[in-house]
């Protein structure tokens, strides 16, 4: 096991030990919800992952400041990157933005010349994404401010828990798609799937 190191006094600790500290889940119970204590809304994973998305973000929009971009471009643009031919339903989706906010950055972003709308070859009501030169260019900027972050946020974690916390995130990821899907069946139907 990697030795501990203080990490501005809080030991960096591994995984197993992270998951002891937690509260047991059946303090957790179906009753209404409440104020919750302190403790048991900071041991919430959805509480970090919020918190870790808006310090990331701040950090980001300071970076991306110098070259014009806001964080929820560089999302598009990644998105675009990473999946080139992609639809603007499937960029809200995976950048994770309104689809009403989203219009209104995609006609900026194609009037900057970063990316560019061409019909589908098998249906033309379909609009395809891709990056322009310009947009790789632009990328080929962005990437490594983000990945130096990502870097620094991560270095102090145990060997393996990004892993682990990756593969965590997304079965919850998963089941927050089953719910839903079991949401959209109706209640009667929800529980009964819910029980089988």
Request: charged share 25%; glycine share 6%.
């Amino acid at each position: 096991m990697p030795k501990e190191k203080p990490v501005r006094g809080v030991r960096a600790v591994d995984a197993a030990s992270a998951i002891k500290a937690l509260p047991p889940l059946d303090e957790l119970d179906d009753s209404p919800p409440q104020s919750p204590p302190a403790p048991v809304a900071h041991s919430h994973i959805f509480f970090w992952v919020t918190q870790i998305m808006g310090r990331r973000d701040r950090l980001l929009a300071r970076e991306f400041r110098a070259l014009g971009v806001r964080v929820p471009e560089w999302r598009v643009v990644l998105a675009v990157h990473v999946r080139p031919g992609i639809t603007m339903t499937e960029v809200a989706e995976y950048a994770t933005i309104d689809p009403t906010t989203l219009s209104r950055s995609m006609e900026q972003m194609i009037r900057a010349g970063w990316i560019e709308r061409t019909a589908d070859d098998q249906d033309m009501r379909i609009l395809r994404l891709n990056l322009t030169n310009k947009g790789k260019e632009l990328f080929d900027k962005l990437w490594p401010i983000a990945d130096r972050i990502n870097r620094i946020a991560c270095q102090d974690l145990p060997e393996g828990a990004a892993q682990l916390m990756c593969l965590g995130l997304g079965t919850i990821h998963r089941g927050l798609a089953r719910a839903t899907d079991l949401s959209e069946v109706g209640d009667e139907v929800a529980t009964a799937l819910a029980i089988e």
